[in-house]
T-cell receptor, first 117, second 111 residues
Framework: GAVVSQHPSRVICKSGTSVKIECRSLDFQATTMFWYRQFPKKSLMLMATSNEGSKATYEQGVEKDKFLINHASLTLSTLTVTSAHPEDSSFYIC?????????????FGPGTRLTVL | GQQVMQIPQYQHVQEGEDFTTYCNSSTTLSNIQWYKQRPGGHPVFLIQLVKSGEVKKQKRLTFQFGEAKKNSSLHITATQTTDVGTYFCAGVRGATNKLIFGTGTLLAVQP
């Protein structure tokens, strides 16, 4: 299967700081990247969809100015949580789309656990 | 709110017992996928169902897609401790790659 990495795997930060999460597809090129958020014991909620070279599309209720997504290359997408607050503490997971077909199997990064104090 | 519901939320079984989780969507799906997530881990793809009424088997796991393509089920026969985790269905609507995840079912297996 496709290899996806995320960095960092775990981060603890103070309230008000910004945190950047990197997602890399190591053995394939991803024109589309999904970013999910998962609160403890909850399901994955899609935050945004990014396409290489263009602006991300955010799901309803997700603040685009708070969660900055950059998909500058086919192998790297970043999510920056700006001015983080304790309620932003969550598990953030990226998922690149492999292949051009619809509804293909999706691979997920190992996730980044963010804790905001 | 969540538009893909799963029941039960939690199931505790003795090793060797069977387990089933049910997935229901409020709208028709073009296909449905199932994922398993171990505690602390990320979702891992299990299978994809595309056709109405489709049934697929993977060893002890049996997956079904409803005739109306709005519901699905995952059945595990003779559970093992390695089956522990949360099972998510994820539906795809229309011509998109977006996955709408179900609420998940946490399976605990007692040896």
């Amino acid at each position: 299967g496709a290899v996806v990495s995320q960095h960092p795997s775990r981060v603890i930060c103070k309230s008000g700081t910004s945190v950047k999460i990197e997602c890399r597809s190591l053995d394939f090129q991803a024109t589309t990247m999904f970013w999910y958020r998962q609160f403890p014991k909850k399901s994955l909620m899609l935050m945004a969809t990014s396409n290489e070279g263009s602006k991300a599309t955010y799901e309803q209720g997700v603040e685009k100015d708070k969660f900055l997504i950059n998909h500058a290359s086919l192998t790297l997408s970043t999510l920056t949580v700006t001015s983080a607050h304790p309620e932003d503490s969550s598990f953030y997971i990226c998922s690149p789309v492999v292949g051009g077909g619809l509804g293909n199997e999706q691979f997920f990064g190992p996730g980044t656990r963010l804790t905001v104090l | 709110g969540q538009q893909v519901m799963q029941i039960p939320q939690y199931q505790h079984v003795q090793e060797g017992e069977d387990f089933t989780t049910y997935c229901n969507s409020s709208t028709t799906l073009s296909n449905i996928q199932w994922y398993k997530q171990r505690p602390g881990g990320h979702p891992v793809f299990l299978i994809q169902l595309v056709k109405s009424g489709e049934v697929k088997k993977q060893k002890r796991l049996t997956f079904q897609f409803g005739e109306a393509k709005k519901n699905s089920s995952l059945h595990i026969t003779a559970t093992q401790t390695t089956d522990v985790g949360t099972y998510f269905c994820a539906g795809v609507r229309g011509a998109t790659n977006k996955l709408i995840f179900g609420t998940g079912t946490l399976l605990a297996v007692q040896p």
